[in-house]
C-alpha cells in the first residue's frame, strides 16, 4: 500500500465511525496514527530538501509576512504593488522560483513580505517545491491566503496543506504539557472544564509508544486534535486571513458570491483585492498591519522632548523589558523605572517596572542607574 492509500484509508475509517464514547478512544488513535504518518512524511520532504539556493531568507524589518497562493495567482503582482519589489511576473505557473523578498513601510513599520512559489496540492508531502516552501511559511508571523475569484476551492486546498505541515491558523497555542516519565502510566490533570477523558490521553500517546507520562492540560475545549498536536510538539501557531485577487475581471454578483462562499466556509470575510488595479490595497495594508498586533511606542529622553516622528514598533503586549532589551542588551541590568505618558497608565509621568505593559501610543522615559 502506498503512502497515499494508508492515509486515504485512515481518514475514511475516521469519516466513516461515528464518534461516541465507545468509539471515541479508537478515533483518537487513529487520528494519532494519521498524524504521524504524515509528520514523518513531512520531515522526510523537509530534510531532502535542504535549505535550496534561494530559499534561505533572513528575517528583518518588525515582522514577517509570507504570501501563499497557488502558481499564476497573482503573488508577485501583488508583491511589487505593496513593496516595489522587483518579482517577475508572468501569466503561466512557477514564474517565481525562488523567495523574493520586499520591504512594506507602513504607519512607521518596516514589514518584510515573502513572495515564494505557489503552493499546490501536495506540497507538504514535497510536491512542487513544497518541501521547500514550507520550510519558509512555517518562520512568518503571518500567513496572506491568496485565492483568486475563479478558483474559489484553491482555498480549501492551501488550508489542507498548511494542516498537514503542521501549521494551525488563526487559533491558540493549547496550554497542554505532555511531560514522559519513567512509570505509572499516564495520567492525566485537568484546569478547567475538559471534556476528553484519560482512556483517549492513553490511546493517543500510545500511537507513539509514550506508556508513562504526566499530562496536563488547562482551558476548555480541548479536543483530541490538540493533544495529538501536543504530543507531535513540532506545530506552529500562525495568525493569517484571506485576500482574494482579480476582483476586477468578475462582475459585482460574482464578487459577492466568492465573498460569501468564503464566509460561509471560514466565518471571516475575505478581502477583494485587485493586485494589478490597485483596488482595495490600502484595505490589506490596513489588515497587514492589524493581524501582527502592532504598537507605536515614542521615546522620550531624560529631560528631552519625545520623538514623535520615528516610533518605536512593537507588539501587542510588549513591556517595559522589550522595549529596553531593544534599545540596548544593558538597558535591562542598569533599569531603575521608566515614566509613561498614554493609556497604559492611570496617570501622566507614571513610574512602572519591567513588567509593565505598554499600549499604542504611549510615551516612554527610561530611567538607568547611570
Known sequence: ????????????????????????????????????????????????????????????GDGTIVLVGFPSVGKSTLLNKLTGAESETGAYAFTTLTVVPGLMEYKGAKIQILDIPGLIAGAAMGKGRGKEVIAVVRTADLIVILGDVFNGVHVDVLMHELYDAGIRINKPRPDITIKKTGFGGVRLNTVGAVDID???????????KIMNADVLVRGSNVTQDDIIDAMMGNRMYIPAFIAINKVD????????????????????????????????????????????????????????????????????????????????????????????????????????GLQHKVEDGDIVTIVTKL
Open 1 to 60: 500500500m502506498s503512502l497515499e492509500d494508508e492515509i486515504k484509508a485512515i481518514e475514511d475509517e475516521i469519516r466513516n465511525t461515528k464518534y461516541n464514547k465507545a468509539t471515541s478512544q479508537h478515533i483518537g488513535r487513529l487520528k494519532a496514527k494519521l498524524a504521524k504518518i504524515k509528520d514523518d512524511a513531512v520531515t522526510r520532504a523537509m530534510k531532502s530538501a535542504g535549505s535550496g539556493e534561494g530559499y534561505s531568507v533572513k528575517k528583518s
Open 249 to 352: 475581471l468578475v462582475t459585482e454578483t460574482e464578487r459577492q458570491e466568492v465573498e460569501h462562499e468564503m464566509r460561509e466556509k471560514y466565518g471571516v470575510d475575505p478581502i477583494m483585492i485587485s493586485a494589478h488595479a490597485g483596488y482595495n490595497i490600502d484595505k490589506l495594508q490596513d489588515a497587514i498591519y492589524e493581524h501582527l498586533g502592532f504598537v507605536r511606542i515614542y521615546m522620550k529622553p531624560y529631560g528631552e522632548d519625545a520623538d514623535m516622528e520615528e516610533p518605536m514598533i512593537m507588539r501587542k503586549g510588549s513591556t517595559i523589558e522589550d522595549i529596553c532589551r531593544r534599545l540596548h542588551r544593558d538597558f535591562v541590568d542598569q533599569f531603575r523605572y521608566a515614566k509613561i505618558w498614554g493609556t497604559s497608565v492611570k496617570h501622566d509621568a507614571a513610574k512602572v
Open 198 to 208: 484519560i482512556e483517549e490521553v492513553r490511546a493517543i500517546l500510545a500511537e507513539s
